[in-house]
């Protein structure tokens, strides 16, 4: 007898399916091994056993070894092992099935001895468009090569199972609620443990280490007697936790707080609170904010109905009059697209700060806001300073947006985004409970019965039927066949790696590189005029080799390119137009960041000819400035709202503190050339109603003293080349309908004074090239060209003097001369850098000489701004401000404008090389929406998205628009 209960081929026998006796078949899938925490299950055993006593069914499962209930458990409830599932009808898993694993052919009726199709249960992540998840939904439609797509399965999303007023039936949220709880009280122990105060919650029980949700509480209601006996610790003051969300996971937070001496209380009360030196100690205080507590219009008035309909009008005051009271905060509320945030980077110093003043008026040292655990995940959502999400192995990390001060303390996040397998054995019961009800429907219709009032609610549910999309998923169908063009045509006729060609080594490559280098199917190589460059770029990678190159050997370059699928240049501007040559004649498609310049424009025609993108205008400015303008300005159109006024201002400069006591105010993350030769740029544009023209030659005199794009940086603006074009690429309307368009770049001030200086005194001069001795005999020799006469000497005395004939009057000397000694363009005591041997322009002896005197050193850091203001008009005539803004440091890893300058390139690279781009000729970003949304999608995973806001525009507004008008009457 013990041979038999352990033998699995006799029990598989026992439960196996008689030819008499019709049965249907439900498999229990194994989850992907790789999801090493996942280890829930769709079913029960007890449910395994119910539903074959009730119904009948046979059930297969699959052995796995780290589900949360064992294989004989369910072999014990009547299930039998199965190694494929390949008899199931009925196909029940957790998340996605890996694509290998996607049971497709269809099976035997076993009561009309027909085939029929599968049914497929999971949580699909495909029903948003998810890119990574289309090969998966591809398994479920239709393809030339299959005979009767009416048998593909049938896909059913348990996100999609609601009832009839539209509230999901199926789900994990309030077990979402528990375990957040308890992860971010657990991770605020540590960081009060790092304070140097243990306290009570250093016991707190991490879900995960004890076996059911009964055991958990009883640990954590030990954690509550403690405090009702002890007390928290004084340094902290009153422990006041915040929680937001009305919902499931909110509901589950205030179930498992029960175990603790709660005393809850409203935000009206937690000034007195927080403040009062007699508040017990020996409670915890929980203010569960509504809605209403902290969103509301310019007016003060909160309306629900009037907030789900217009978002847009409301402002939070959550950094204000909730956070700063709070020891923790627990967000239970999800954010979308058009809502107000909790709470934005821009507002968390301001949180904080108050948080220090409440704790010091308090007497508390540790400070208040010390941690959130945001249930949620909604990465740079309601609480725009989350960056990414975390692991139970890893759960919380401290955030620091960028303008947060040095002064100032980073916040501890917790941002578990599988917290309901923490509860794996509690959660997969509860799911399991609700899903039998479906599945007893689903048996009923493969049986043919008739329909009950659950069919209703499975049919709302598929995503996928008969080999075509369902419903409101019909939209689904371009993700799935751009994935198809691009992926799996290509996996049927070739196995070889696609191959990227990066021209360039510089100083914004890295990114690019790494960001290419993620997918496995790209071989990059990385070809520079610098061999060890290209290598220290390459090296830590499988998939990336390095080549050295010059540029004038065509003959090479055209190899290299004929070799590739795609181009990327990353070279100074003057090469790209020979490089898109050589990529026409080996019709192989190129990328690059830069301006459209008039001759790569001249090889449109050819290379529509030849069937090749030349896409250009993808970094940063130009690039990410197009990208993210141009999906405003489509979102104000489908609003229906009339753009008036168009501003964009961009700048990469030095953090503040790696800008002090340098000339210029500004250090190279980019090509000194490329600044350089900027400056000598004219410009034309429209402001307050009149059209500009500024030659080249009065370009940087013409300059904008403040530009108000940022609440903590003083800067100066500069026009940038012509704006007048960008009415019709950005389609704002007719010229003379807009008061303003316009587009800058940004410094800090005094930046355009010194440039203009030097561009007075001859070092932008592009003609004429020479050789030097030594730095100091730069200026001397530019002088001599400008005055047409000998300057007696390299000396301050002689340059100055000379200098005086071709400055501006006004010129402060003392600045002038300050910068000569510290750029070594006059003997100093300062260290000189060596001089470029060769013969070449002026303006490339100082972009020589920029590089290195201006470089940035291991421990600076830069700082990228990008900003755009449109002013729209409604219906009514009434005008709005909305602004877009992209604020970005640099780190170790990499520069601020390396970041946005070689990412933006290596995801429309990738779209381009993946078939989702279908324009051919010379164009920019904006020329597809599949390329301009996949890049921002890009930018936004790698925390780079960007932050939109919107006021109303009164007779008091300070906007860009006026304050640049303002300025330029009064110059």
């Known amino acids: 007898m013990p041979l038999l209960r352990r033998s699995p081929v006799l029990l598989r026998r026992c439960h196996s399916t008689s030819a008499n006796t019709p049965k249907l078949v439900i498999g229990i899938r194994k989850e992907d091994p790789l999801r090493v925490w996942e280890r829930r299950a769709p079913l029960t055993p007890d449910a395994v056993h119910r539903l074959v006593k009730s119904t009948g069914v046979d059930v297969l499962i699959q052995d796995c070894e780290r589900r949360a209930f064992s294989t004989p458990d369910y072999v014990k409830a009547g299930?039998?092992?199965?190694?494929?599932?390949?008899?199931?009808?009925?196909v029940l898993g957790i998340k996605e099935t890996p694509i290998d694993q996607v049971l497709t052919t269809p099976v035997i009726s076993p009561w009309t001895s027909k085939p029929v199709p599968r049914t497929h249960l999971m949580f699909s992540h495909t029903i948003k468009g998810q890119?990574?998840?289309?090969?998966l939904l591809s398994k479920f439609l239709?393809?030339?090569?299959l005979p009767d797509p009416r048998l593909l399965p049938r896909l059913i999303d348990y996100e999609l199972l609601m009832d009839d007023a539209g509230k999901r039936t199926v789900g994990f949220g309030w077990f979402?609620?528990?375990?957040?709880?308890?992860?971010?009280?657990?991770?605020?122990?540590?960081?009060?443990?790092?304070?140097g105060v243990a306290s009570p919650f250093l016991h707190t029980p991490r879900p995960h280490t004890l076996p059911n949700l009964p055991a958990i509480r009883r640990a954590f209601r030990a954690v509550g007697d403690n405090i009702t006996e002890h007390g928290t610790p004084k340094s902290l003051g009153p422990f006041v936790i915040g929680l937001t969300g009305t919902g499931n996971v909110a509901q589950g937070v205030l179930s498992i707080l029960a175990e603790l001496p709660i005393v809850q209380v409203s935000v009206k009360d937690l000034p007195a609170l927080v403040s009062n030196p007699n508040t017990d100690l020996h409670k915890i205080y929980l203010v569960h904010a509504r809605s209403s507590d902290y969103f509301a219009r310019s007016d003060g008035t909160y309306c629900r109905d009037d907030y789900y309909a217009n978002p847009h009008e409301y402002r939070s005051s959550f950094h204000t009059d909730v956070a700063p009271y709070l020891t923790t905060l627990v967000n239970a509320v999800g954010w979308s697209h058009g809502f107000p945030r909790l709470i934005i980077n821009e507002q968390l110093p301001t949180t904080l700060e108050l948080a220090r003043k409440v704790a010091a008026v308090s007497g508390n040292p540790l400070g208040r806001f010390i941690s959130v655990g945001d249930i949620s995940c909604d990465v740079h959502g309601g609480l725009e300073f989350l960056t990414h999400s975390t692991t139970i192995c890893d759960p919380f990390y401290t955030s620091r947006p960028a303008n947060l001060p040095s002064h100032l303390p980073g916040v501890q996040m917790m941002a578990v985004d599988i917290l309901p397998t923490a509860l794996p054995i509690d959660a997969s019961t509860h799911f399991s409970n609700v899903l039998v009800p479906y599945l007893e429907s689903l048996i009923a219709s493969y049986?043919?019965?008739?329909?009950?009032k659950l069919e209703g609610a499975l049919g709302r549910a598929t995503v996928a039927r008969e080999g075509r999309l369902v419903g409101k998923h019909t939209w689904l169908g371009e993700k799935v066949e751009a994935w198809r063009e691009s992926s799996s045509g290509k996996a049927q006729t070739t196995t070889r790696k696609q191959r990227v060609l990066l021209l360039g080594s510089g100083m914004v490559a890295g990114p690019a590189v790494s960001e290419i280098c993620k997918r496995?199917?790209?071989?990059?190589?990385?070809?520079?005029?610098?061999?060890?460059?290209?290598?220290?770029?390459?090296?830590?990678?499988?998939?990336?080799?390095?080549?050295?190159?010059?540029?004038a050997d065509q003959v090479v370059v055209g190899n290299l390119i004929g070799q590739s699928d795609l181009v990327i240049s990353l070279l100074p501007v003057p090469f790209h137009p020979s490089v898109a040559e050589l990529c026409i004649k080996q019709r192989k498609h190129l990328v690059t960041a830069s301006y459209i310049s008039p001759a790569m424009k001249d090889l449109h025609e050819r290379a529509l000819n030849s069937d090749v993108l030349l896409l250009n205008e993808i970094g940063l400015d130009p690039g990410i400035d197009h990208c993210s303008a141009i999906s405003l300005l489509q979102r104000l159109r489908l609003e229906n709202k009339r753009v008036v006024s168009f501003t964009s201002f961009c700048g990469g400069v030095p953090a503040p503190v790696s800008a002090e006591g340098i000339p210029l105010g500004y250090r190279f993350s980019w090509s000194p050339r490329g600044v350089l030769s900027a400056a000598l740029n004219g410009s034309r544009f429209k402001l307050g109603g009149k059209n500009r023209e500024i030659p080249g030659e009065k370009n940087l005199r013409s300059g904008f003293s403040n530009v108000p794009v940022s609440d903590v940086l003083k800067l100066e603006g500069i026009a940038n080349r012509d704006s007048i074009p960008y009415a019709d690429t950005y389609q704002l309307g007719k010229l003379e309908d807009l008061r303003t368009v316009l587009r800058g770049t940004l410094r800090y001030p005094g930046f355009l004074y010194l440039m203009d200086i030097f561009k007075s005194i001859g070092l932008l001069d592009t003609e004429a090239p020479f050789t030097i001795d030594d730095w100091s005999s730069l200026v001397r020799i530019t002088l001599k060209r400008k005055l047409g006469v000998n300057i007696g000497s390299n000396d301050l005395a002689s340059v100055l003097s000379a200098a005086k004939d071709v400055i501006p009057a006004t010129t402060d000397i003392y600045q002038l001369q300050t910068a000569l000694e510290y750029l070594s363009l006059v003997p100093s005591s300062s260290p000189a850098p060596p001089v470029l041997k060769s013969s070449a322009a002026p303006i490339d002896h100082f972009a020589?000489?920029?590089?290195?005197?201006?470089?940035?050193?291991?421990?600076?850091r830069d700082l990228v701004i990008l900003n755009h203001e449109i002013i729209a008009q409604d219906v009514s005539g009434r005008e709005e401000v909305h602004s877009s803004s992209l604020i970005t440091y640099g780190g170790s890893e990499a520069s601020a404008m390396a970041k946005c300058v070689g990412l933006p390139v290596a995801f429309a690279a990738l779209k381009v090389l993946d078939g989702c781009v279908s324009a051919r000729g010379v164009c920019g970003p904006a020329v597809e929406e599949s390329l301009w949304k996949g890049v921002l999608d890009g930018l936004e995973e790698a925390g780079l998205g960007m932050k939109e806001?919107?006021?109303?525009?009164?007779?008091?507004s300070i906007t860009v628009e006026g304050t640049l008008t303002a300025g330029l009457r009064a110059h």
């Open 848 to 860: 020589n000489l920029l590089a290195q005197k201006l470089r940035y050193e291991a421990h600076e």
């Open 949 to 956: 806001t919107v006021r109303p525009k009164t007779s008091t």
């Open 176 to 195: 979402a609620g528990v375990a957040g709880a308890l992860e971010t009280l657990a991770a605020l122990s540590q960081a009060l443990l790092q304070q």
């Open 520 to 551: 496995g199917d790209i071989e990059l190589i990385v070809a520079s005029n610098s061999l060890s460059e290209a290598e220290s770029l390459t090296g830590r990678y499988g998939n990336a080799s390095a080549a050295s190159i010059d540029m």
């Open 79 to 90: 299930a039998q092992v199965h190694k494929t599932l390949e008899p199931a009808h009925i």
């Open 447 to 452: 049986k043919g019965s008739d329909q009950d």
């Open 142 to 145: 239709a393809a030339p090569s």
């Open 131 to 135: 890119p990574y998840n289309m090969q």
